[in-house]
């Protein structure tokens, strides 16, 4: 079974500063897409950013971007220029290619700080 | 921006009683899904939709849940017989396809009384 791994429970930055949140997995398959969603204190789940296993390239969206490392199964994200609107519960996400269910991580609580 | 719409957004129920979460998915995904979430704890799978059959559940789908897609919009989850442990926040999602991760509602707060 495919399992996510977030080491962080917490993170505190001041804002416009870069941070970057921790995530591993563990798979035997080759095939798989990471995802990162935010959960704001509305608890809504938002799509931050995907990446395809098969795909060397790091995904970027705007402020964000992960660092892909398929060998060594890590996939983190991060956070250039912080706003006060980014303070949220952030959680990575796996699926595996031709399922049907993500599988998500414990989650991390990032605050952003004036 | 398409969204997916969850009603209630919170609700309150007596333990043993039968509730009905609702959602609309985006028109034109293909695949839904109801996630919870307990507070304080991490997101999991409860069931999966596809072609109007359920195509995966977890072992938390036992027989007191239910889904159905009612009308060509609306999907729903139904617990028969709630317990206090049925509390959590309940998301529904939907996909136009696998890989492009989901759109997931707003969520419903179940509180068991």
């Known amino acids: 079974a495919q399992t996510v791994t977030q080491s962080q429970p917490e993170m505190s930055v001041q804002e416009a500063e870069t941070v970057t949140l921790s995530c591993t997995y563990d798979?035997?398959?080759?095939?798989?897409?990471l995802f990162w969603y935010k959960q704001p204190p509305s608890r809504q789940m938002i799509l931050v950013i995907r990446?395809?296993?098969?795909?060397?390239q790091n995904a970027t969206e705007n402020r964000f971007s992960v660092n892909f490392q398929k060998a060594a199964k890590s996939f983190s994200l991060k956070i250039s220029d912080s706003q006060l609107g980014d303070t949220a519960m952030y959680f990575c996400?796996?699926?595996?290619?031709?399922?049907?269910?993500?599988?998500f991580g414990q989650g991390t609580r990032l605050t952003i700080n004036p | 921006e398409p969204e997916v719409t969850q009603t209630p957004s919170h609700q309150v129920t007596q333990m043993g009683q039968e509730v009905i979460l609702r959602c609309v998915p985006i028109?034109?995904?293909?695949?839904f899904y109801w996630y919870r979430q307990i507070l304080g704890q991490k997101v999991e799978f409860l069931v999966s939709?596809?072609?109007?059959?359920?195509?995966?559940k977890s072992e938390i789908f036992d027989d007191q849940f239910s889904v159905e897609r009612p009308d060509g919009s609306n999907f729903t989850l139904k617990i028969r017989s709630t317990k206090l442990e049925d509390s959590a926040m309940y998301f529904c999602?939907?996909?136009?396809?696998?890989?492009?991760?989901?759109?997931f509602g707003s969520g419903t707060r179940l509180t068991v009384v």
């Open positions: 028109s034109n995904h293909l695949y």
């Open positions: 999602a939907s996909s136009v396809g696998i890989p492009y991760g989901y759109t």
């Open positions: 798979t035997s398959e080759s095939n798989y897409y």
């Open positions: 990446q395809e296993a098969y795909k060397q």
């Open positions: 996400a796996f699926l595996l290619g031709g399922a049907q269910k993500l599988v």
């Open positions: 939709f596809y072609n109007n059959e359920i195509s995966e």
